[in-house]
Each structure stands twice: as structure tokens, then as C-alpha cells.
């Protein structure tokens, strides 16, 4: 298990690359920043490709900064 800075990078990267914005704080809401369902699904399979963790796409719906996706990560 990847982290917390290791997650918090990771996700700020993916982020970056998927909603072509930088910089992206721990605390930016990815639906805010132009998120969608489609850029979601295709963020959390990055993540589970790259680091084989696997979040359900509800939690970043109701978690949709990178610190809170990050907490809910490590209490899995």
C-alpha cells in the first residue's frame, strides 16, 4: 500500500492529466474543477491499473477531494 504522500501525489498527477488543469490541490473537488462520471470511471480504473486498488465510484462522488479519497484509501 502506496502512502499517504505517495496516494496524494499519485492522485494529483492522474487529476491533472485527466481534467488537463494544473495545479490541483488536496483539497480541490474534482466535480468543481470539471469532472464527470466518465473522466471518474476512468480515473479509478488508472488507479486500480497503476497501484491495484480498486474505490468504488460512489466514494468519489461523496468524497470528491483527493485528501478525503486519500483517508477513505487508507482506512480500507
Given at each position: 500500500m502506496p502512502t499517504r504522500?505517495?496516494?496524494?501525489?499519485?492522485?494529483?498527477?492522474?487529476?491533472?492529466?485527466?481534467?488537463?488543469?494544473?495545479?490541483?490541490?488536496?483539497?480541490?473537488?474534482?466535480?468543481?474543477?470539471?469532472?464527470?462520471?466518465?473522466?471518474?470511471?476512468?480515473?479509478?480504473?488508472?488507479?486500480?491499473?497503476?497501484?491495484?486498488i480498486e474505490v468504488d465510484?460512489?466514494?468519489l462522488f461523496l468524497k470528491?477531494?483527493?485528501?478525503?479519497?486519500?483517508?477513505?484509501?487508507?482506512?480500507?
Amino acid at each position: 500500500m502506496p502512502t499517504r504522500p505517495e496516494l496524494e501525489a499519485m492522485l494529483t498527477r492522474l487529476w491533472s492529466e485527466k481534467l488537463n488543469i494544473t495545479p490541483v490541490g488536496v483539497e480541490d473537488n474534482f466535480f468543481a474543477l470539471g469532472g464527470d462520471s466518465l473522466l471518474a470511471a476512468d480515473l479509478l480504473m488508472d488507479v486500480y491499473e497503476q497501484f491495484g486498488i480498486e474505490v468504488d465510484a460512489a466514494v468519489l462522488f461523496l468524497k470528491p477531494t483527493i485528501a478525503e479519497l486519500v483517508d477513505e484509501v487508507l482506512a480500507a
